[in-house]
């Protein structure tokens, strides 16, 4: 018996491809390659290991990917669909869209894409496993309950879109395994045929439009979390219209942001009518990050724990970085990396949270045809002292605010520019934040280079800032 549909061993006895070598990639590689090793076998007709294993990845990552020196290894720097097509199970990394041209004409063929995730959970049926997804807050709603339920004196592993991928963690033991996945990845627990304990589902706004495709797709495929995959119980944000309306008939549903639940009146948590904690005192920046505790503590409290015991251990937690992260004050300005920020309602949120300070904004990146009118309706509402623009759709988001009154306007060609024209504008008084509202891709790999980039350019050790405690199982 091979197992569930996309365990390892199922894979046995047909012709396998990776596609990506991100840290993803690598993870995928090295549990097909432990089960070679083992004598699972993966390949063919008489279930052993194929004597080749192909990975599709770019040409800059293709010398790293022969330099490991493993003769089963071929790598091809060229992802054709009639290549693909060649293949009956292609594991690809979670930055490649399955909507690619190249992918869905292999799919019409009949290859099969799945990812790293999709692998872990069919390997790991049995695990107690807490499901986190959202357009914005799942990061950090996913540290917080690793936080808390360690903190409650439970092994607890924290791990996937966060920065580990579970592949890497598949011998690990943990009581409870806290996992956050991108909008690219929900489809794999959709698709892998285990049921998650709990998900929780922070908000939905548009965002990822390029790799989805479409916004109705990108909702599609986020809410396969809960509509395809079907968890025990669904912990869901009250406050969010998409979530709000959702019907689950297959999931107990609990939901929190309001009265009858965890939520926030002012500064005080409370659960229903009982008052819990002052949250004033805890390090979670914005009206936003208190409302993941919320969520974090509904997770808590259907896993069957006391969440009102654990809520003020929250006062330990140390913020992730790169979100509202406060780098410091030089020269009477203050400095705040919020480089995570990839959607125009995320720079709104930030800007809330320093509303009572002379704030310059650093917004724009990589264009993928988000509306930035609210955006613009915001900060019209609501100005800061000066909007910097920046980036590939720089231009767009600076033609639509121009004109408008009460704050300064600036077009820069790259972060540094935007960086000296902000501390320029504020003339020694303020607060610089980077908050895009657009990813970095183009200009920097990833969105925590940008924030390192920045960080340095305020005259901050870029590396002291950019750890993320609590990974892996602990």
């Not at 199970?89 to 790293?116: D, H, M």
Request: hydrophobic letters at 45%; one cysteine or more.
């Amino acid at each position: 018996m091979r197992g569930s549909p996309d365990s390892i061993a199922a894979l046995a006895g047909l012709r396998v491809a990776l596609w990506g070598w991100g840290r993803e990639g690598r993870a995928a590689y090295a549990a097909l390659r432990a089960a070679r090793d083992w004598g699972l076998g993966i390949g063919d007709s008489e279930d052993r290991f194929p004597a080749r294993l192909t990975l599709f990845c770019t040409v800059a990552e293709a010398d790293e990917a022969r330099a490991l020196g493993d003769g089963a290894l071929v790598v091809e720097t060229d992802a054709t669909a009639e290549r693909l097509s060649a293949f009956d199970v292609v594991v690809k990394s979670p930055g490649i869209s399955p909507y690619r041209p190249e992918a869905l004409a292999a799919a019409e063929c009949g290859t099969r894409f799945i990812g790293g995730t999709a692998l872990w959970f069919a390997e790991r049926p049995d695990a107690r496993t807490i499901c986190v997804t959202g357009t914005k807050g799942k990061s950090t709603t996913s540290a917080l309950l690793a936080h808390l339920l360690r903190a409650g004196g439970h092994r607890t592993a924290l791990a996937g879109n966060i920065g580990q991928p579970l592949l890497e963690l598949l011998d690990g033991e943990a009581e409870f395994w806290v996992i956050e996945l991108s909008s690219y990845q929900t489809r794999d627990v959709a698709g892998s045929g285990v049921q998650p304990e709990v998900a929780l589902v922070t908000n939905i706004f548009p965002e990822h439009l390029d790799w989805h495709g479409s916004h109705a797709r990108y909702v599609e495929d986020k809410l396969s979390l809960l509509t395809g995959a079907k968890p025990r119980i669904a912990v869901l944000n009250a406050s969010d219209p998409t979530l709000a309306a959702l019907s689950l008939p297959d999931s107990e549903v609990r939901r929190f942001g309001d009265a009858a639940g965890w939520h926030l009146r002012g500064d005080v948590l409370w659960r229903g009518d009982r008052e819990v904690l002052d949250v004033r005192d805890i390090p979670l920046p914005g009206r936003h990050n208190r409302g993941n505790l919320c969520g974090a503590l509904a997770a808590i409290e259907v896993l069957g724990l006391d969440a009102v015991e654990l809520a003020p251990h929250a006062a330990t937690f140390r913020p992730l970085p790169h979100r509202l992260q406060v780098l410091g004050t030089r020269e009477g300005i203050t400095f705040v990396n919020d480089s995570i920020s990839t959607t125009p309602h995320a720079s709104l949120a930030a800007l809330d949270v320093f509303r009572a300070r002379r704030v310059a904004i650093l917004v724009g990146g990589h264009d993928r045809g988000l509306d930035w009118q609210a955006f613009a309706d915001g900060v019209r509402a609501q100005p800061p002292a000066a909007i910097v623009t920046m980036g590939q759709n720089g231009p767009r988001i600076h033609a639509l605010l121009a004109g408008a009154a009460g704050f300064a306007l600036r077009q820069a060609v790259d972060l540094a520019d935007a960086v000296a024209q902000a501390e320029s504008l504020l003339a020694g008084e303020g607060v610089v934040l980077l908050s895009p509202g657009a990813p970095s891709f183009g200009a920097y790999r990833d969105y925590a280079e940008r924030g390192r980039h920045f960080a340095a350019l305020a005259g901050f050790d870029p590396e002291a800032i950019a750890a993320i405690q609590g990974m892996g199982i602990g």
